[in-house]
């Protein structure tokens, strides 16, 4: 049920109730009121902490307190840069007018302003490590899509021989996304408390490269089920922390951008597996080796792994997590290595110990893991991100991107057109992947999603509608033509936002465990689309397959249409007012506003404007729903 903002009163009890009861109800209703306004309270004065902690102390207060902190842990050669970079700590851009720093110490601070990618080259490196394992990423997911053509028919369980075969197929694709989704994401946090951010990438790329190898050597499905399987340890926790370990080394300028790239090259590491299907296509059989060609395209995602591994360790270790670990000499060594500027490296090291320390005392004693669904601000942040996390699956990319080469052949494509067709898909996914980085700022995250959705489901209903046409070239070239539309439209749409959104929904407080919680919707309906699109293809045939997934699209549109606020460059208050509107108001709004946008935007027409929904946007009415509002979702 949706309980009332606090502003309302509260519905008058039926008239058959006595006089105690109502006075009873009106006390729960009111105890329950003040309860939800406690909780948005907290979670308002928690991110208000979190967003600057240094806030209010005083020029003499922070100089002495870098000292004291530069002593405690075996920093005093550092003194004076200390006694500076507390200053800077609480208020980055006012150094100009802060007292005590020298010119050079300003023309360093005001460069990294105007030259935000003015970087030292280990920043630089660290970045293309970053990007290595993305291109891990995406490799082992796609090489199997050339694969497919091959083990399957030698394996017997061609999916178009039997409906048995193809749940087989899907199984044995959809493997490592199970294997994420129950135990590998979970392994997250331990791995990375006890080797490190470093050590964890390590880690997943030896797994990577190990059952890459592995699944090149099998001699039958459940053999290749098991090392998919395996696979599926190095893809998990990869995920989570290589994107944590850039955003926790960069400089708040390019944080943004930086963390981005994870996404950006993911899609050319997908690009990739398609080039390795394409390489090892016509490679031949040799004595006592059957289907040497698609083993080779499963064991080349192991190249990039490798090469992973072998630079993984000419980085710098995350300074936050050296800090966790009480090596504040470490990470200051590590931030120097990061930052142009010593003043730059105290400055950072200082904050983080200050915002570490922070957290350790707001969340003491608190169960995040409940509260994470039990209050509503988090509540709400939680549906938004699984809302865009299920969609991202839902709308049907990766059916195309494991499944491409086998949908091609079915429109009657020849096997080396397939894998033709699927390398210009991955090719596609990456350029327009490219402009994501601008675009994701500029529109917004809810405006591209809610534009983009009709288009993903115009766009798979031409794809599937084009199987009716006679075999030949034009059915050849509107199935292709479906597809590429498909992928232009999905990459600076559904792509990236999904992770951007929900790095950005969740309060300061509870950020890691709503990123957990989000990042495991997502690898679990992925193993939900691969597992069941070969059966689903049979069942449904191509027409009925693309239908369906086109109209998951015209869902997903109203989903995001009544369920997920705008995030975009919104301050910390400011997102607690936009998750603080009940989710009832936030669809009743939605609903009204949705005919006022078309006759606005689509149509041109000139209409009155409507009130808006957020404090923060000078709504009007009687309701104002500010950072102490309350309400249930």
């Not at 004065?45 to 002495?64: D, F, R, T």
């Not at 670990?325 to 990470?331: E, L, P």
């Not at 998750?579 to 935007?601: C, D, E, G, M, S």
Request: glycine residues 8%; proline residues 6%; aromatic residues 12%.
């Amino acid at each position: 049920m949706s309980a009332r903002p606090s502003i309302e009163k509260p519905d008058s009890p039926v008239s058959s109730v006595h006089d105690d009861e109502k006075h009873a109800r009106g006390e729960k209703h009111d105890s329950d009121a003040k309860q939800d306004v406690q909780h948005v309270d907290d979670i308002t004065n928690m991110n208000v902490k979190l967003a600057n902690p240094l806030a209010g102390i005083s020029h003499e207060q922070l100089m002495s307190d870098g000292e004291a902190f530069a002593h405690q842990y075996g920093l005093g050669e550092f003194v004076e840069d200390f006694r500076k970079g507390a200053l800077l700590a609480q208020d980055p851009l006012a150094f100009e007018t802060i007292p005590g720093l020298s010119e050079a110490d300003r023309v360093k601070l005001r460069r990294e302003l105007t030259h935000r990618w003015d970087q030292p080259k280990t920043l630089y490196y660290l970045v293309i490590l970053c990007s290595m394992a993305a291109c891990v990423q995406g490799m082992d997911e796609s090489v199997i899509n050339g694969a497919n053509l091959f083990y399957a028919p030698q394996f017997n369980i061609d999916p178009a021989t039997s409906g048995r075969n193809q749940w087989i197929l899907g199984l044995v694709n959809s493997a490592p996304y199970l294997c994420c989704a129950v135990l590998s994401c979970w392994l997250t946090e331990p791995l990375n408390s006890y080797f490190g951010r470093r050590g964890t990438i390590f880690i997943c790329a030896l797994i990577s490269f190990l059952s890459c190898i592995w699944q090149g050597v099998t001699n039958s499905w459940p053999h290749l089920f098991v090392a998919r399987l395996v696979l599926g340890l190095g893809i998990g926790p990869k995920s989570s922390t290589v994107p944590v370990y850039a955003a926790e080394c960069s400089p708040p300028a390019i944080r943004g951008g930086l963390v981005m790239m994870w996404q950006m090259w993911t899609a050319f590491g997908i690009m990739l597996g398609y080039v390795a299907d394409l390489a090892f296509f016509r490679v031949p059989d040799k004595p006592h080796i059957t289907g040497l060609n698609w083993r080779l395209m499963l064991a080349s995602a192991g190249v990039p792994a490798l090469l992973l591994m072998a630079q993984v360790y000419f980085c710098p270790e995350s300074p936050r997590w050296l800090m966790l670990k009480g090596r504040y000499d470490k990470a200051f060594q590590s931030l120097n290595r990061l930052r142009h500027h010593r003043i730059q490296a105290a400055r950072d090291l200082y904050y983080i110990h200050v915002l570490l320390q922070t957290e350790a005392e707001l969340t003491r004693g608190r169960n995040r893991y409940i509260e994470l669904f039990t209050v509503p601000r988090n509540r709400r942040a939680a549906l938004g991100s699984g809302i865009v996390m299920f969609m991202q699956q839902f709308c049907g990319v990766n059916v195309i991107a494991y499944y491409s080469s086998t949908i091609f052949r079915q429109a009657n494509f020849t096997e080396i057109q397939a894998l033709l067709a699927s390398w210009g898909f991955g090719a596609l996914n990456f350029v327009m992947a490219l402009p994501a980085v601008y675009t994701i700022d500029i529109f917004g995250r809810r405006n591209l999603l809610l534009v983009t959705f009709p288009l993903m489901a115009v766009f798979l209903l031409v794809t599937g509608f084009a199987f009716y046409i006679p075999e030949g070239h034009a059915r050849i070239g509107v199935v292709a033509l479906g597809i590429y539309l498909f992928d232009c439209v999905y990459s600076p749409g559904e792509g990236p936002v999904p992770f951007t959104y929900s790095a950005e929904a969740f309060p300061l407080y509870i950020r890691d465990i709503g990123m957990s919680f989000a990042t495991s919707v997502c690898w679990f309906f992925n193993f939900i689309v691969a597992i069941t699109f070969p059966r689903l293809l049979g069942a449904f045939t191509p027409q009925g397959a693309f239908g369906w997934y086109a109209g998951w699209n015209v869902i997903g549109f109203f989903l995001i249409l009544l369920f997920v606020p705008e995030t975009k460059a919104l301050s910390l208050e400011e997102l607690d007012q936009v998750f603080n509107v009940p989710t009832h108001t936030h669809a009743a709004y939605q609903i009204k506003a949705l005919p006022y946008n078309i006759k606005k935007h689509i149509f041109r027409m000139k209409v009155p404007p409507m009130a808006p929904l957020y404090a923060h946007e000078g709504a009007i009415g009687e309701k104002r729903y500010a950072p102490g509002g309350t309400g249930h979702a």
